[in-house]
T-cell receptor, first 114, second 113 residues
């Protein structure tokens, strides 16, 4: 049972345009969400997070939106740059569980075309 | 300075062997994890230790045994390796529920032949 889903395995975007990566979850107990970026042969790198008490969090070119009723979050990158080409994972956890456990999606490969 | 390091980076071994992967973090974090990324790129948690105490133990064969000699280290020992154990194994650490996510190591690609 995959509780965190990234239904688009890949996405191509022109440099300078907006990249939108989507993530859906099924467990209503999840209240903390993160996005990671992963380059080949490297471990995932934390990018941005959002708590369920917010619906938006922004950090530079990266914005994460959370729609709790739809159990959906998205990562917006604007403007997209070639260096953003990587695999992006969303992850979710229930902070009330106290187990520090994150469930990851399968990732979306973003390719930013110069 | 490397925050989370793993050794070895690549490991090729035969079925039935026993192998270990080592992980060290110099971030002062109190929680460490092992994740497995399978051929479908699904990143799944295996174990988590908080202050050397096992707090997450997912449905993993008991051939896998984590060991945390201290807060900065979490090693993974695998007995009687099987073909299906071939994957990339990531170690990670976090400052508990600090909310800034986990720091991952570079991964260890294990190939069982």
């Amino acid at each position: 049972d995959q509780q965190v889903k990234q239904n688009s395995p890949s996405l191509s975007v022109q440099e300078g345009r907006i990249s939108i990566l989507n993530c859906d979850y099924t467990n209503s107990m999840f209240d903390y969400f993160l996005w990671y970026k992963k380059y080949p042969a490297e471990g995932p790198t934390f990018l941005i997070s959002i708590s369920s008490i917010k619906d938006k969090n922004e950090d530079g070119r990266f914005t994460v939106f959370l729609n709790k009723s739809a159990k959906h979050l998205s990562l917006h990158i604007v403007p997209s740059q070639p260096g953003d080409s990587a695999v992006y994972f969303c992850a979710a956890s229930s902070t009330t569980s106290g187990t520090y456990k994150y469930i990851f999606g399968t990732g979306t490969r973003l390719k930013v075309l110069a | 300075d490397t925050a989370v390091s793993q050794t070895p980076k690549y490991l090729v071994t035969q079925m039935g062997n026993d192998k270990s992967i080592k992980c060290e973090q110099n971030l002062g974090h109190d929680t460490m994890y092992w994740y497995k990324q399978d051929s479908k790129k699904f990143l799944k948690i295996m174990f988590s230790y908080n202050n050397k105490e096992l707090i997450i133990n997912e449905t993993v064969p008991n051939r896998f045994s984590p060991k945390s000699p201290d807060k900065a280290h979490l090693n993974l020992h695998i007995n009687s390796l099987e073909l299906g154990d071939s994957a990339v194994y990531f170690c990670a650490s976090s400052a508990g529920t600090s909310g800034v996510g986990e720091y991952f190591g570079p991964g260890t690609r294990l190939t069982v032949t």
